[in-house]
DNA sequence: CCGCTGGCGTACCGTACGGTACGGTTCCGC
DNA sequence: GCGGAACCGTACCGTACGGTACGCCAGCGG
C-alpha cells in the first residue's frame, strides 16, 4: 500500500507555512543541523507552539519535507493529440523538468535528509520523497508512453522498463554524485549542460524504443 | 585534486581491522546508531583505544568506510585482445559487479553514511565512497571504451558521455530507491533480476554506441 | 474593563553521547 | 622477576538537544 499523500486535505496555515519555510531554510543552509530551538528562533516563534502543531521533531521534518514534495509539478501532456514532434517535446520537458529538479539544493537537501532518516528504522520520509520524486514520474510518464506505443510511435513490452530506462538515460550518475557532495559537479556547471543532457537523452531513448520514423 | 587514497601504506593490525568490523556492522544493523561506547563494546576495546587509533568519532568512521570501500574489486579486462564477444562480456562483467555492489547492504550503509555526512559540510566520506565507486567505474571503463573504440567497434564521441550513459543504464533508478529505502525493492526481489538486467543493459548500450555488427 | 485564549520568550529538566581519566590486568623485553 | 607499555573496563564530565513548564503580552468577545 501506497503511503497516504494528504496535502489537499492538511492545509497549513500561512504562519505554518512561514515555520516550515524557516525550517527548509535552515535544513538547506545547515545541513542536518536542524534543531528545534533553531526553527523557533528563526521563525520567531516558542518550541511550546512548535511541539503543538507538529507533535514532535520528525513531525516537524515530515511536514516540511512533505510540504515542500509536494510543491514539485510534472508537466502534463495532452495524450489525444500525441505525433511524433508532440512525444518527442513532452519526453524533453520531463527529462528537463527530472534535471532540473535534481539538480536543485531543495532536492539535494531533501533526498539527504530522507536517506539519512532511512538509515533508522523510519521510513516515512523515504517514502514521500519517493512518492514525489521517481514514482511521481513513473506515474506521469508510463500512460504517455503506453499512448506512444498505442499510437506505433513506441516500441516495448514493458512499460515499467521503458520508464526505468528513461529515468536512467536522464539521470546518469549526477544525483549520487550530487548526493556523495562531488564537488567536481557544481550546480552552475551541470545547468549550464542541462539542454544538452535533455536532447541526448531524449534522442537516446528514441533510439531505443522509437519506431523508425522517429529516429 | 583527486582524493589520495592510501590503504596500501596505511594498514591497520588485525585487531584493528576487527574493530573496523564491528563498527561496520554496527553501522549496518542500527543505521547511523554508531556510537563509540557501541563500537566499544561490541568490539571488546575500551573507548580510550578507540580515540587512541582513530582520533574521533570522524576518524572512526572515515577508517571503517575507507577500509571498507577499497574492498570492491572491478574486473579486469586484456586490452589487447577486444573483440566484439570480450567486449560484450566485458560490459556485462562490470554490469554485474556494479548492481551486484549496489544492491549489497553494505553499499547501502555505506553509502547513506556518507551522504548524511555531506549533508553537513563534511565531505571525506563523501570522495571516499565516490572515489570507490562511480569514479573507480569511470576510471576502469573508460579505458577499455576507447581501446574498443580504436578496435571500431563502439562509435563515441566523449567517452565520458558514454561512460555516463552506461552507468545511467545499468543504475536506472534502483540505487536511489534502495538508498531511500523503498521497500518495493527488497534486496532478494532485486537481486533475482540482475542478470536480465545486465543483459538488457548492454544490449542497450551496444544498440547506442556499437558499430552496427555488434548490435 | 475583564477574563480568556493563542502564542512568544525563556528557563529548566533529563538524557544521550563524545571525549577523558584512572585503576587494574596482561604481556613483553630485559 | 621486574618495569613499562598497551589495553580493557568503567566511572566521570561537559554539552547539546529534545521536550516541558511557566510567565508574559496582545487581541478579542462580552
Redesign the interface.
Known amino acids: 500500500m501506497p503511503v497516504q499523500i494528504k496535502i489537499s486535505e492538511e492545509t497549513f496555515t500561512p504562519r505554518q507555512q512561514a515555520v516550515l519555510t524557516a525550517a527548509l531554510d535552515l535544513l538547506v543552509e545547515n545541513?542536518?543541523?536542524l534543531t528545534m530551538t533553531a526553527v523557533a528562533r528563526r521563525a520567531s516563534c516558542s518550541k511550546e507552539t512548535l511541539y503543538k502543531w507538529f507533535g514532535d521533531r520528525d513531525g516537524l521534518l515530515t511536514a516540511t519535507v512533505q510540504w515542500q514534495a509536494a510543491k514539485v509539478r510534472m508537466p502534463t501532456v495532452d495524450r489525444s493529440h500525441l505525433s511524433a514532434k508532440v512525444l518527442r517535446e513532452s519526453l524533453e520537458q520531463f527529462a528537463r523538468d527530472l534535471l532540473t529538479t535534481i539538480v536543485g539544493e531543495v532536492s539535494i537537501?531533501l533526498?539527504?535528509?530522507?536517506?539519512?532518516h532511512?538509515?533508522?528504522?523510519k521510513?516515512s520520509l523515504?517514502?514521500i520523497?519517493?512518492e514525489n520524486?521517481?514514482l511521481a514520474i513513473r506515474r506521469r510518464l508510463k500512460p504517455i508512453l503506453e499512448a506512444a506505443r498505442d499510437a506505433r510511435l513506441l516500441r516495448f513490452n514493458s512499460s515499467e522498463?521503458a520508464y526505468?530506462?528513461f529515468?536512467?538515460?536522464?539521470?546518469?550518475?549526477v544525483?549520487?554524485?550530487l548526493?556523495?557532495?562531488?564537488?567536481a559537479l557544481t550546480q552552475s556547471n551541470v545547468e549550464a549542460n542541462i539542454e544538452a543532457d535533455v536532447k541526448?537523452a531524449t534522442d537516446?531513448f528514441l533510439?531505443?524504443y522509437g519506431a523508425k520514423a522517429n529516429i
Open positions: 545541513g542536518d543541523g537537501t533526498n539527504r535528509t530522507a536517506i539519512t532511512a538509515a533508522q528504522e521510513d523515504g517514502n520523497v519517493l520524486g521517481p522498463d526505468r530506462t529515468f536512467g538515460l536522464v539521470v546518469r550518475d544525483q549520487i554524485r548526493l556523495l557532495g562531488d564537488k541526448a537516446q533510439a531505443l
